[in-house]
């Protein structure tokens, strides 16, 4: 300590830098550097009680929405030339917006899906119609601006953000790598993730929506990727709506009778081998959740303590929206509704939220397809707000009775 001081000081006198302080910035930037060309998240070293720690913060961060931009913006909707109350869902969207942004005049400046993805150790188990290797060869399909999920996000001028938080193996490319584990493990024989794990792609899932919201982005939509992942939602939809286990389960990918019933036999055998405790969101989601699922709930979780918006995509969405209410129930405020999902258990999962869906378009693919389609919605809901004339502008003589 002393040498080390005495040659800083020494360092100091003969104009070199002294090896301490070149050692030291030289680690500081070898980590830095390792993780810009490495990804992965900055968790690496957290113990399970500070990365709990960090979820409590952000959750903490979330607030009400702000009451009085709401009634300002439900004054200036009753002034606009139109009976009060005629356009419905879209007047309770902007005021939606008003309260999350604290704003009676909201603004949406860049638009971003949220794409997640993950890989699960239960398609051991036959619960899916497609092979595991689909998650990567569409991982690279939606790097390569092919996917349905990039043409809706390019026709409604939105960014399609796509991130790895545990693919079953590494891929190569212009997406964010935040992986926690190569897949999860089969939920049939133990838990899916290890409560760290759950911790970690939750995390991740925050940093991710930080990083854009700090880029400017101030709308976002859920998505997902990843084959067998309605399998882990069926399972935390039963668990935190207290469905039925055969309610909540349907063909995801279009599996057909045989394997709905693998299914539905998987998702009773992990609970009963987990026992998962309903109360903790947390043993609910690491026990039979997905690290996307972890993802989607984390970024919820980010959005709504940031002030920004977020489209809540289809049925695998719904499950992270589900897991992210349970954390911070304040949560749910952000979240907008998008379109209902073919997958049976979906009108059920949304009812959790208090959410019904503002589309029907028989829907069942994820990636954030039927989210992306909702940002036109959500737009027009501030288009009404910001342009339209009032009765005193237009000379339009107001209600009489
Ligand atoms: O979002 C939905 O409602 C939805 C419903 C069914 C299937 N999916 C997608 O299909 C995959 C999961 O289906 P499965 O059959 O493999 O569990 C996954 O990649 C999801 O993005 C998505
Ligand atoms: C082809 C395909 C595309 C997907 N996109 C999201 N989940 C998907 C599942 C499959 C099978």
Redesign the pocket.
């Known amino acids: 300590m002393l040498t080390s001081f005495h040659s800083m000081e020494s360092g100091g006198d003969d104009g070199k830098v002294p090896t301490t302080v070149i050692f030291v910035v030289g680690t500081f930037l070898f980590f830095k550097l390792r993780y810009y060309i490495r990804g992965g998240t900055s968790m690496e070293n957290l113990t399970e009680e500070q990365l709990y720690t960090r979820l409590q913060k952000l959750t903490a961060a979330i607030l009400d929405l702000d009451g009085e931009a709401m009634a300002q913006i439900q004054v200036r909707l009753d002034s606009l030339t139109k009976p009060q109350g005629s356009l419905g869902q879209l007047e309770q969207l902007a005021k939606q917006l008003g309260g999350i942004q604290r704003t009676s005049g909201p603004k949406i400046l860049k638009k971003a899906v949220l794409t997640m993805a993950g890989d699960h150790g239960v398609?051991e188990e036959g619960?899916?119609?497609?092979p595991q290797e689909?998650?990567p060869q569409?991982a690279y399909n939606i790097m390569n601006g092919g996917a349905a999920i990039n043409v809706l996000a390019r026709q409604a001028n939105a960014e399609v953000i796509l991130t790895d938080v545990g693919i079953a193996f590494p891929v190569e490319g212009s997406l964010i790598n935040k992986r926690v584990a190569n897949g999860t493990q089969n939920m049939t024989k133990g838990p899916a993730m290890t409560r760290r794990q759950a911790l970690q792609a939750l995390l991740a899932g925050a940093e991710v929506a930080e990083e854009k919201i700090r880029e400017g982005y101030n709308l976002f939509a859920t998505g997902?990727?990843?084959?067998?992942?309605?399998?882990p939602s069926s399972a935390i939809v039963s668990i935190l709506t207290n469905s039925a286990v055969e309610d909540v389960v349907?063909?995801?990918?279009?599996?057909d009778d045989a394997g709905v019933i693998r299914k539905r036999r998987a998702i009773e055998k992990a609970i009963e081998v987990n026992q998962p405790d309903k109360t903790d969101a947390l043993d609910v989601l690491s026990k039979v959740g997905g690290l996307e699922i972890a993802a989607i709930a984390g970024s919820i979780l980010q959005a709504a303590a940031s002030h920004v918006p977020i489209i809540i995509?289809?049925?695998?969405?719904t499950a992270g929206a589900l897991i992210a209410a349970k954390l911070a129930p304040k949560s749910m405020a952000y979240m907008i509704p998008s379109h209902g999902?073919?997958?049976i258990g979906?009108r059920k999962a949304l009812a959790g939220l208090g959410l019904d869906p503002i589309l029907n378009l028989d829907?069942?693919?994820?990636?954030g397809t039927?989210a992306a389609i909702t940002f036109y919605i959500v737009e027009s809901a501030l288009h009404i707000l910001e342009e339209m004339a009032t009765f005193a502008d237009a000379g339009v003589t107001e209600k009489t009775v």
Not at 224 to 231: A, F, Q, S
Not at 250 to 255: D, N
Not at 313 to 317: L, N, R, V, Y
């Open positions: 398609v619960i899916s119609a497609f689909v998650t569409m997902e990727l990843g084959i067998g992942n309605t399998t349907g063909r995801g990918t279009g599996i995509d289809g049925f695998i969405s999902s073919v997958e979906h829907m069942r693919l994820g990636e039927g």
